[in-house]
């Protein structure tokens, strides 16, 4: 079965510091792949995706995202975080079964201290 | 440049009275997804609608539950009975479909209901 694993549920980080958020999925072909960030009280909002071509994608706010076939992985990265990167953050694996339809990891909460 | 549409924002319902959530898709969409979000917990897929169509309920509960995505409107997601454990945030994504857009999905605000 397809699915979506964050290892990570939270992690916490100096202001400053480099971040990285890891993503692993279970899907037989090459699937989308999404990174959405929520902050309290909010709706998702797209953060960077992954369908083909150049494995190394770029996204808002600073972060990127490297996809690793070999090792089924889409982690996502900032080289420096700052206080208002604090959210939730989802990665997402978009389904072509029949119909369309994105599944999503469980999130990873991300803390930054001063 | 309106994104999606969900209302209410917020909700509050005494067990066994009715919730409807509505959602207006982004313009040019007409791809319509719902997902719930328990506390502490992640997005679980509910349900995929184009117009007048259901494509995907297999996120659904088998009761009480039901949504439509009619030829004018927007999208309802009506919750019968409701229980405590229906309290839950809801969004609504939308999508066009195009092979551009690689089926990028874009999530309204959110529609939070509390039962009491």
């Known amino acids: 079965a397809q699915s979506v694993t964050q290892p990570d549920i939270h992690i916490t980080v100096s202001e400053g510091a480099s971040l990285e958020l890891r993503c692993n999925y279970s899907?037989?072909?090459?699937?989308?792949l999404f990174w959405y960030v929520q902050s309290p009280g909010q709706g998702l909002q797209l953060l960077l995706k992954?369908?083909?071509?150049?494995?190394l994608v770029q996204g808002i706010k600073g972060f990127e995202a490297e996809f690793k076939r070999s090792q089924s992985s889409f982690n996502l990265r900032k080289p420096s975080v700052h206080w208002s990167d604090a959210a939730e953050y989802f990665c997402?694996?978009?389904?072509?079964?029949?119909?369309?339809?994105?599944?999503f990891g469980a999130g990873t909460r991300l803390f930054v201290k001063a | 440049n309106a994104g999606v549409m969900q209302n209410p924002r917020h909700l509050v319902r005494r067990r066994g009275q009715e919730a409807r959530l509505r959602c207006s898709p982004m313009?040019?969409?007409?791809?319509v997804y719902w997902y719930r979000q328990l506390p502490e917990e992640g997005l679980k897929f509910m349900v995929y609608?184009?117009?007048?169509?259901?494509?995907?309920e297999s996120g659904m509960p088998k009761e009480r539950f039901s949504a439509e995505f009619p030829k004018e409107g927007p999208s309802i997601l009506r919750i019968q009975q409701v229980v405590r454990g229906d309290s839950a945030a809801y969004f609504c994504?939308?999508?066009?479909?195009?092979?551009?857009?690689?089926?990028?999905?874009?999530f309204g605000e959110g529609s939070w209901l509390t039962v009491v």
């Open positions: 994504a939308s999508s066009s479909r195009k092979q551009d857009s690689g089926n990028t999905i874009y």
């Open positions: 899907y037989g072909a090459t699937p989308y």
């Open positions: 992954y369908f083909s071509g150049d494995t």
């Open positions: 997402a694996v978009g389904l072509n079964t029949g119909g369309f339809k994105t599944i």
């Open positions: 313009k040019g969409h007409s791809h």
């Open positions: 609608l184009q117009k007048e169509n259901i494509i995907d």
